[in-house]
């Protein structure tokens, strides 16, 4: 089992040089969030068709070659639940993977659960069982035991049977195409998330008027900076809902940052002095310069498009018993009351739905705005079945 532990440079290049040969890598992390600033990657583990071991970053100073692979266009890379080895591309490389397969994904494409484990995927796919022991490992300590490497080794061990098996079943069923369109989708949005500016990520930011949002915002960059240079997260400086606080409070002596609830604290008094020259910078921060509101749709809340949603949900609902395809993937209610204000605004406007789009307009888009338009009625066919409901097309005036 130690020898399934590359530890040296030169046997990880030969690994990376073996893996572009091969043209498809099952890849997976441990890493350990809890403790620093950034996620810690702890192991990489990787399988082809012929081998499978794990590579200690701890040992191997350069893991570029690999970066390299994830983000070119020759090799396919298929993971479960990738998301956070997309981030370790993205954050170490600063590169997106070109050809990502996730089989949490795809399986969503073959029945209604999303999102699965990785062992009741392998239950579902392959009838292979397996008992995961070590998922409260510290993954830092070293050295990591044979155990241990093993249980690391069996995460990526099946990733590549279980890909070739929905693969196949996806083409059968013409679907192939929509979970790769899923998974550059997932890749996308990781990218668009790393480029929009990290503050706006605050929850609640709709209820700040410019001043506090440009408060708001030079906390949010002092706290960065601070969890970056102590190399801890970032939640442990300061509270995102302390943020918010401090923001619409805006206090100007350490004394009215202590009626804060919570800034009684020991861990927040140390930074009590900076925080308020943080905050104190930012009230004299120009009119001009200031950020713009951060504007709500305030038509998600009409009554109306609940009500409307609830119904255009029966029918996603229905249509994904059909079809055996995951509704949690599909659609969120966020995304029928998009649908449903495109269509009552006369569907028009410059940005189209996503339920519009792609694999999902091919699914329900039809159907949905059927319902909407009033040429399609509901009604209950067999109580007993898993999709009871019949849509059926109403006859046309004076047909």
Known sequence: MPDALITRQEEFEQLCTHIRAAGKVAFDTEFVSEHSYLPELCLLQFATAER???????????LDPWWEIMADEETEIIVHGGQAEVKFCITQFDRAPRRLFDIQIAEAFRCR??????VNILQRVLGKKIHGKETRTDWRRRPLLARQIQYAIEDVSYVLPVEANQSSHLTRLGRLEWARAECQRMVDDLMSERRKPAWLRLPGLHRLNRRELAVAREIYEWREAEARSRNKPARVILRDDLILELAQRQPGTTTEALATRDMERDRHRRYLDDLVDVILRAREIPDADLPQRIHVDRQDNSQDDHVIGKLLGLALANRCSEMELAQSILATSADLRELVRWSLGGR??????????GWRAEVCGELLTDVLDGKISIRVADPQSDHPLVFETRPAPGA
């Open 52 to 62: 499978s071991v794990a590579v200690d970053p701890f040992q191997i100073k350069n």
């Open 348 to 357: 028009d406007r410059a940005e189209i739905p996503r339920l519009m789009i």
């Open 113 to 118: 659960s999303y999102p699965l484990s990785y």
